[in-house]
């Protein structure tokens, strides 16, 4: 049977960037975010989004997603709205594309909120990939185009690295790409001889 191996990481850890590693290593990866933006173009999960934030948020049946991320980053119980709308969406389309997988050994599902959401429990293996808190913060406000006060404020929404380190069953320090690199190599290695125990 296929193991999932969850893979997550505060905003600015780079955990895209592990997960394309895995990837070239053969490993099919599944990027929850990515997928979720799909599926909210969806014409069942914009009417969802709606009925909770209006329609405001649209033009021409568009979504506005920066709108959305400011809305959603200042307000928690908006989160667990826009939260409770899209997760089963992506739950229902992660099921069908691991079927479709069944083949591979072990595949990786890359979310930022693994353990906010819950998802970690369908986890066979969890993987945490931290990186200094500054090197974080330059990373978000380079790759968005935004400011240090907004990433300040995405990563209080989030888990802290102490709390995911407490429950994940191996880490990778991505604060130097080769480094990280031969970790995923490493873990691989050690998943591979469990495998072959089992």
Known sequence: MTKIIGLTGGIGSGKTTIANYFKEMGVPVYIADDEARKLMQS???IEEIKKIFGDSLFE???LNRAKLAE???NDSRKLDQ???IVHPAVKKDFVAWLEAK???AYVIYEAAI???SGRYKDCDVVITVTAP???RIERVIKRDKT???QVLDRMKMQWKDEERISKSDFIILNDNLKNAKEEVVKILKILNIKQNQS
């Open 43 to 45: 014409k069942f999960i």
């Open 147 to 149: 400011n240090r006060e």
């Open 133 to 135: 808190e500054e090197t």
């Open 102 to 104: 069944k083949n591979y």
């Open 71 to 73: 809305i959603v980053f």
């Open 60 to 62: 021409d049946d568009i």
């Open 114 to 116: 693994l353990f906010e």
């Open 82 to 84: 826009l939260n409770a």
